[in-house]
């Protein structure tokens, strides 16, 4: 069985994240880019399935600029066998994603598609279960921890109310969330050897994947400035505050 | 706030500076290639950043423990060291047929730069390995390297140098350990003291490499052997036997590196230790001195890896700190202690210094490697020459610049930088040890003004003087005047230099030389340090014509070389002064009359 795990180059989680001069989005010039740290998680999950013996080959899938082979190297260099880059200088939405996921999925036949649940960048959490919708593969989103039963997954999701165990036929569609394990660091000789392994790249063009946009960024914004504190002097205040000027209550 | 490696400044050290393409061309280093070592870098710095960085004031504050004769470690750092070498970092540089990974020394010096950055009393125990490695690997026999060197690089074991003895410091001529001859092995017996790592829990067995006289050895250096004593016994099969009659009977209570513990080790309570000769008898100190160069450096790595961990505590605390009213803040919001003149200039000499002396300890290393590998065997003895030069400077001012530099991390602090709570005082504590360790500042200066100038009639100085006037040429081509203002600065004070150069190889008595020793290092160092800051502003200038180009990073890295040249190259033209000057009158007072 083959897993596909998906890596997305993404501003590094330590970067304060700036808004450029003119609006049109994120400064991404000369700051240190990274994986999305759902993927890397989704990226040590498939390892393991692998290390377990339930899988045959992993392969880290990424979608965007050239620089995203160094995304896939770092998943290489944790352990995935081969990579795939689909290479593009646009800045894609989920729906294309989830589509250009789906035309490797043919070609690929993977048993499992590993995703991190949202990319740090722009929080969409999308992708997977649209990928699920255009695939008719199984889903199970916001999983914290996957077992092997046959030829079906045991997957418990973290939802608002607690944790939700499901079962699901695979082929199947997982996204990860924060507690499903803690990603291992790359072995320096892997790193080495991640340098040597197979890294295949697309151009977007020959998928034939219509990526086109139905949305345009008006304008990107920083958050507003947090205001100062005060103290109130009792709790019919706090109410009364909470109540009339928040409108919380 | 814990550590956050430099790796951008790193990597454009090796990249723009020190030649990484170059020693990538070399055969046997194809692998390091400039994404490749990037690679290395980024993983280095999130496990020593959210591994060995948290653990370094648990260390501090609990210590390594003795108890009857075993040592434990602080708290988590069995887990970090098993870790540490399960990802490798301890074979970085080791030879491939060991199991290890053959990178370049340049890139495991910029590596090591972050173990101690993040945690030096963790770094000494692979440091200290790696030099025991080094020492087997050139001259023991191939039987003992099959035995000892894969579990070595692979760090399931662990190394020592025991050279000290509690009247053989600095002179080694005095060791009494002895050996006697016992069929294929030797018997030995006696009491080494300092032995960094002598006994703890992190590895599985410990191999001492040991210095001893045999009985009918000839007094003095001449009569040194050394030899390599396990901890335990080595079965058939490779591993762990019978336990060795060598133990550590108490460790030191020290001002810092807490966590690593000083042994006093004790051979031959029982009837001698079981040792094995390396290479020939009586050649011991001149095989020491494989481990100790590599040591050297590796301290004055330890110099300014510490230097860096304080200078990002100083700068955070600075960025948190409000007192006064500042003279550089925008408004009322933007006052905190960083937008105060005074404490620029402490960050800007701490910053650029730091960038100065890594620049210097990665060139030196970057020479190692091209004397190694180079097919040219005239370009290879000029770089082993070269890098031979800047090892007592990589050792000596690096250390003492970086004692210097944790004192100014602590001085940004105010009355908080003295309260242990605030972890600044730490990095003062542990980075003074640096100083003494592997041949104090002293030594490294009688090594720099007589093996290294002296010895070769200046040689060595006067082409690193060339290099350094060949870079000046470069940078008169520029159109920046930032990078151009440097130049005035660095022709006098290589002008000051060769005086200072002059004066010393015109000496025939060693005393005067003697005296003024350690200023023509710290001159040495400064300078060295300045040209390293002037190729970095080169580069940065040439790579600022490039529209893509980080112009902020590279503006920084002209404006820190200019600041060093206004700041700190002025001091060689003062030590020079010192040198010429100084050296009779340092001698003139009675000993008794002190």
Redesign the interface.
Known sequence: MKIIVGVKRVLDY?VKARVKADKSGIEL??V?MSMNPFDEIAVEEALRIKEAGNADEVIAVSIGPVQSQ?TI??AL?MGADRGILIETNELLEPLAIAKLLKHLVDREQPGLVLLGKQAIDDDANQTGQMLSALSGMSQATFASRVEFDGDQLKVTREVDSGLESIKVTMPAIITTDLRLNEPR?????N??K??KKPLEIIPVADTGVDVSSGLSVVEVNEPPRRAAGIIVKNVAELVDKLRNEAKVI | MTYVAPVKEIAFVLNQVVGLADIAELEGFEEATADLVEAILDESAKFTGEILAPLNSVGDQQGSQWKEGKVTTPDGWQEAYRQFIENGWGSLSFPPEFGGQGLPMCVSAAVQEMWHSANMSFGLCPLLTQGAVDAIDHHASDELKQRYLPKMVEGIWSGTMNLTEPQAGSDLAAVRTRAEPAGDHYLITGQKIYITYGEHDLTENIIHMVLARLPDAPAGVKGISLFIVPKFLVNEDGSPGERNDVHCVSIEHKLGIHASPTCVMSYGDNGGAIGYLVGKEHHGLAYMFTMMNQARHAVGVEGYGIAERAYQKAVGYARDRKQGNTLLGKDEDDQSIINHPDVRRILMSMRSTIEAMRGLGLACAAAFDVARRHPDSNVRERMQRRGELLTPLVKGWSTEMGVELCSLGVQVHGGMGYIEETGAAQMLRDARITTIYEGTTAIQANDLIGRKTARDGGRGMAELIADMRSTLAEIATLDDSHVKAILPRMESAIDAAESANTWLLSQNDATLPAAISVEFLMMHGRLAGGWMMARAALAAARLKQSAEADQAFLDARIILARYYAERTLPLVESSSTIILNSAGITIALDSAQL
Do not use: D, V
């Not at chain 1, 660091?185 to 000789?189: M, Q, T």
């Open positions: 330590n010039a000369n240190k160094e190297r770092t260099a660091y790359a072995k320096l000789p790193i080495m991640a340098k």
